[in-house]
């Protein structure tokens, strides 16, 4: 298992920047994918960015250019830094880790941490 914690969600206005760091409760080199995913309101929760393995990324359309997926191994974080934020951005941004047991391949999720664009 792994816990996921989240922060640096918060109040921004348009064009603004945040950043956002998920720490994991054990090393994350051997975690088979680890990104965002985000959830707005009335809408899906829908996939961000993400490292699969072999450190490869992803990003959704509508954040490519914008936002950066990057991670720290010796302190088991990975970061999402947001930066021309727009208030289509607002959402409950989610951490989450898919990791394999036998193979089985399991997801966690971290708490959660708001993100609102507003003037």
């Known amino acids: 298992q792994v816990q996921l914690v989240e922060s640096g969600g918060g109040l921004v206005q348009p064009g603004g920047s945040l950043r956002l760091s998920c720490t994991a409760s054990r090393s994350i080199f051997s975690i088979y994918a680890m990104g965002w995913y985000r959830q707005g309101p009335g809408k899906q929760r829908e996939l961000v960015a993400t490292f699969t393995s072999g450190s490869r990324t992803y990003y959704s359309d509508s954040v490519k250019g914008r936002f950066t997926i990057s991670r720290d191994n010796a302190k088991n974080t990975v970061y999402l830094q947001m930066n021309s934020l727009k208030p289509e951005d607002t959402a409950i941004y989610y951490c989450?880790?898919?990791?394999?047991?036998?193979?089985?391949?399991?997801?966690?999720w971290g708490q959660g941490t708001q993100v609102t664009v507003s003037s």
């Open positions: 989450n880790a898919a990791v394999y047991s036998g193979l089985s391949l399991n997801d966690y």
